[in-house]
């Protein structure tokens, strides 16, 4: 039987269509049968290719490849993380921590992939739920990070934190991340937070420019319960991956835990995190010997 493989693209990104279609006509000349995410599809054709819902996919799929950039990946991995359908990144955005096949060499690396010629790698998310009068009102999954925040025009939010039962502080500040270590080279890294390995067991909570400088970025047990209560602010809202939200009240609770779910990425054989990291916060580059003596 012939295995499925799904595409996802970004929506309206110049000549995600014409990419998708080489894609799908490289999967069925190799045996393949190649179908396109219903979300994609509202703005891309692609002939004699099905359409699936994302729930389909994650039932009939043997892999998912996500053409775009971060965000693409973000939404799509959230869907599937329930299915454990290994998801392959083609980088057609800016940054792509996360989507590190590059679009000129996309055909032969997939090839080499889909052939088991491959680097696999398997992350953890983080489910939270939003607690009011004793009831949960919202949950939501987050690859990258919860954000707890305040409002554009108004002043600081103040915080209860607890782990594990346990008080950790109250805080006054612009707001509080709790990453993944996926997240943490995203808005955790420019709050000041730690990058942390995937490999890592780790949950890393950075406040957003925190009335007390001491409090600091830490990172506790991805086997811990965070639990954060609203005290004070206005216009204080939760979300998750930049892509839910939720508004809070005074007195709301988020609940907050590494979920039981994973997500599998299949990366080119030899591929090296620390590679991605030189070449996304460009470590590499750094004046010449000549430029250092002057």
Known sequence: MSKTIAL?????????????????????????????????????????????TAADIGLYADAAIVLGGDGTMLGIARQLAPYSVPLIGIN?????????????????????????????????????EVIRDEQVVFFGLAFNDVVVSRGAGSGMVELKVNVNAHFMYNQRSDGLIVATPTGSTAYALSAGGPLLHPNLGGIVLVPIAPHALSNRPIVVSDSSEIIIEIIGGRDISVNFDMQTFATMQHGDRIVIKRSKHTITFMHPEGWSYYDTLREKLHWNEYPSVEGRLK
Do not use: W
Request: aromatic fraction near 4%.
């Open 92 to 128: 057609q955005g800016r940054l792509g921590f996360m989507t590190d096949i590059p679009l000129d060499r996309m055909i032969p690396v997939l090839a080499d992939i889909l052939a088991g010629e491959c680097d696999s790698e398997r992350r953890s998310l983080l489910e939270g």
């Open 8 to 52: 996802v693209g970004k929506q309206n990104a110049s000549g995600i269509q014409e990419s998708l279609a080489v894609i799908a006509d490289f999967l069925t000349s190799a045996g393949y049968v190649a179908v396109l995410e219903a979300e994609t599809a509202q703005n891309i054709y692609i002939n004699s290719v099905e359409i699936m």
